[in-house]
């Protein structure tokens, strides 16, 4: 049966309709459909504070003298043979027959001071390029840096043309740290104008 052209067009309009609509709502049904979920932003976790179980810290730390009660600032440097710390007024005396040191721990920040007298371990030769050599006594004490509270030797000279009191060197750190140049103060928060 052969359908009039007037209504082969119309019905071939409505196919064309039907088609489209379909086509509309199939598309409305995908987008209706939820969306699969993020993945999650991975976690930025804290740097970590120990390594092999030794600490992790930074080039500058503060650090207590035990003896002094006083926590000063002080530059880590694996470059350093043995730790420095800034005394003033060093005298050294005998005691019952053995080498003692009176010297003043002053904290900069504060300006308390503390006297403090050690043994004498021994004394150290620094030689510079076109200077005299310089002897500097050597005397073992008690400090805490982060939670390793260790005894162990400073050399005592004038320090006050350095940035920091105190100078951590190898003698101080092996065995018990390792040093992340990146950072500062991991131990315990001491502002940069504690200096």
């Known amino acids: 049966m052969k359908l009039p052209q007037k209504t082969a067009s119309r019905f071939r309009l409505f196919a064309i309709i039907v088609l489209l609509n379909l086509a509309l709502f199939c598309a409305s049904q995908k987008s209706a459909q939820p969306e699969p979920a993020e993945a999650p932003a991975p976690k930025v976790s804290a740097p970590p504070k120990q390594i092999q179980g030794k600490q992790i810290i930074g080039e500058v730390e503060p650090v207590t003298i035990r003896k002094a009660g006083l926590t000063l600032p002080a530059r880590i440097d694996t470059g350093a043979t043995t730790s420095s710390l800034d005394a003033r007024d060093i005298q050294r005396f005998?005691?019952?027959?053995?080498?003692?040191?009176?010297?003043?721990?002053?904290?900069?920040?504060?300006?308390?001071?503390?006297?403090?007298?050690?043994?004498?371990t021994r004394t150290v030769e620094i030689t510079r390029h076109g200077t005299d050599p310089q002897y500097r006594p050597v005397v073992k004490l008690k400090a805490i840096l982060g939670k390793a509270e260790l005894y162990r030797e400073f050399s005592l000279t004038n320090r006050s043309a350095f940035t920091y009191p105190v100078l951590i060197g190898r003698n101080f750190l092996q065995g018990e740290f390792i040093v992340d140049v990146t950072r500062k103060n991991t131990t315990t928060p001491m502002s940069e104008g504690a200096k």
């Not at 005691?95 to 006297?115: A, M, N, Q």
């Open 94 to 120: 005998e005691r019952d027959g053995k080498k003692w040191v009176r010297f003043t721990l002053l904290d900069r920040r504060t300006k308390k001071e503390d006297k403090v007298e050690s043994r004498l």
